[in-house]
């Protein structure tokens, strides 16, 4: 039942309108430290909403019947890295904080849903180990760009604890790397033998 309305193309359409407008969202949310950011980091500082860039190209090319392995790779691992990360980060604020403002509970439940958006169409993705290879180089990448760079979003309170999240950020890509493999590539595999 789930995977039939996975493939639906008109649940497919709603998707897609949603992480569009989703996306645009996001690199408003973002442009504040855009306009502060050099412009050769510019294309690694708004994580999120590249993330659901992807997806939304992914399902693009999903409307159409066809796949593009690489934005794939790139969408089931960053979307899980950054949906994950955006959680932790606002729980972490809400802890610190003692309160949480209305759009940090949005971005619990958005990123929430993009982190299991990539995984629940992990069946339908045409990856293998060379796509999930270029993702990994990307999202550890943009690791050293935000932490060793200092091109980390902004959250306030969060500032001082930046090593340590940059240490946790660091494991997320390898867990995200990992996953994106495991029901890709390795699951693949072993359900064709």
């Known amino acids: 039942m789930v995977k039939y309305i996975l493939q639906d193309r008109k649940f497919i359409l709603f998707l897609f309108i949603i992480n569009f407008l989703g996306t645009i969202y996001?690199?408003?949310?973002?442009?504040?430290?855009?306009?502060?950011?050099?412009p050769i980091f510019l294309i690694f500082v708004p994580d999120s909403p590249t993330a659901s860039l992807f997806f939304t190209i992914v399902l693009?090319?999903?409307?159409?019947?066809?796949?593009?392995?690489?934005?794939?790779a790139l969408a089931i691992i960053t979307l899980f890295k950054y949906g994950i990360w955006a959680v932790v980060m606002n729980l972490l604020t809400l802890y610190i904080d003692g309160s949480l403002s209305w759009q940090g509970y949005m971005l619990i439940a958005s990123h929430g849903a993009m982190a299991i958006q990539g995984l629940l169409y992990a069946p339908f993705y045409k990856i293998r180990l060379r796509h999930i290879a270029v993702a990994a180089v990307w999202t550890l990448h943009n690791d050293i760009i935000d932490y060793v760079f200092g091109m980390m979003p902004m959250y306030g309170s969060l500032t001082i604890y930046m090593k340590e999240i940059g240490y946790f950020t660091f494991w997320l890509s390898v867990l995200s790397i990992m996953i994106a493999y495991l029901l890709t590539v390795k699951g693949k595999n072993s359900t064709t033998r």
Do not use: H
């Open 60 to 72: 693009f090319f999903f409307l159409i019947r066809k796949n593009a392995p690489y934005i794939e």
């Open 26 to 38: 996001g690199y408003i949310w973002y442009k504040q430290q855009l306009a502060i950011t050099p």
